[in-house]
């Protein structure tokens, strides 16, 4: 977007929290059990002497976490530091239990990747500055007149990935941030939670005039925790740095929250008061040094990604591109349409149209009672056979549009097989015309005037006659069949 001769420069910073079972220097859990939520785990049950920072303890490094770490720069095209270090970056804040985070800082595990993003003017590639390991932060707790620190996710393990300034509006910033969410959900190593933070962001921006060379100074958005706030908060951001400016004033580096209810950016502190870290090499580990032939082995083990699965969707479905975009956007929603696919080719339905038939009703219904309800395809009761069943029913034009939708809307509800609910609800199209004919005869007994207008050749009038059976019917008949008796019974 621009504005006046203005265009925004956009650079991410994204912490994604590793799904690693134990914290990046200790033992300690770093997730909570299976199927519990972080606020269901006792507060600070999961620390030890390392995690809570006691004087005297030492950290061991995870190599799990390491490994996520490679994962993630090899599926982004990253070189690969073989001998990288940790730093430590000091400063105060009570969630801080060493006074310092062990981060990296002058040598990262990986450096100078790119990733593919999808923008309405088509493909676009944006760098990866670097991606590095370090310890998450513990929490604070605030009640009423004082403070606690809940230090259960001290030193879990965060990826951050550092993006080049290269994108240039809040729709591009978005799409980097789907795609790069996709990446490490399809590669299992960040839960992709980003109602609980597991995958958050820092946006910079800053405005220049669209010839200047040189790039204009930035504000720091910080944790926007999803799509829809990273894309609200860049545009008013861009906005209101455009106004600073032409009203001759200069924008000044700083970090800024964002207020979801207003809708604005603020204040939160500027660099020059913040950031003097004092980095240097974390003594107590010993630098990492990383086997070639363990990136190798690794490199196999990535999974198809989402660029290469929208490729492929393409190709074997025939599906347009914008539809094998969105079904790849999300490892689970992919896997589920491969698996309804799959189904109907087991039953003989020409695999090109059941495809497209299929990425529909995910692309449109599905999609929306997920947004609706805000939840993953695999927390819903809804399963593939349920989809490949409405999709053989409209195949057998047995069930009209409206009718797969209700089916759709009623088995997420209850769970329960298409076949039931289609004969419960009485969801089936009747393509009889034995049942069909009487209702063609009664509205062209009722409609005179409109029967004149079609015989003095207004063929239009057939759509008004169609919608009047379809009003009587429910909804239920078969129009291509309503159309055909009508035409027989006029000419
Ligand atoms: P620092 O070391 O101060 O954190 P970096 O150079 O690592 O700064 O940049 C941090 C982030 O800010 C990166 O994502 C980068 O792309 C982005 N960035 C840097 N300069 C600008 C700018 N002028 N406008 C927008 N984003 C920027
Ligand atoms: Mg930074
Ligand atoms: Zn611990």
Redesign the pocket.
Known sequence: MSDHGFEA?????IHAQLSTESKIFCSCPAKPPAGRSVSEVKVNANTCPVCAGHPGSLPVLNHKAVEYALKAGLATNCKINLRNWFSRKNYFYPDLPKGYQISQYDKPVCENGWLNIETKAGPKKIRL??IHLEEDAGKNVHMAGFSMINLNRASVPLIEI?????MGSAEEAGSYMRALHAVVTYLDICDGNMQEGNFRC?A???VKIKSAKE????T?IKNLNSFRFVEKAIDYEMSRQIEVIKAGGRIVQETRTYDASKNITLPMRS?EEA?DYRYFAEPDLLPLVIDPARVDELRLTLPELPEQKRARFVLEFSLPWYDAAVLSSSRALAEFFEKSAGILSSRGLDGKAAGKSTANLLIGEVTRLLNEENIVIGESKLVPEHIADVVQLLEEKAVSSTGAKAAISAAWKSGHAIGTIVERDGLRQVSDSAVLEPFVEKVIAAFPDQVAEYKAGKVKVLSFFIGQIMKQTGGKANPALIQELIKKKLS
């Open positions: 420069v956009i650079g991410l910073e500055k670097r550092v993006s080049e300034p290269d820092d910079n921006v800053s790039l204009g100074t930035r720091e660099k950031e």
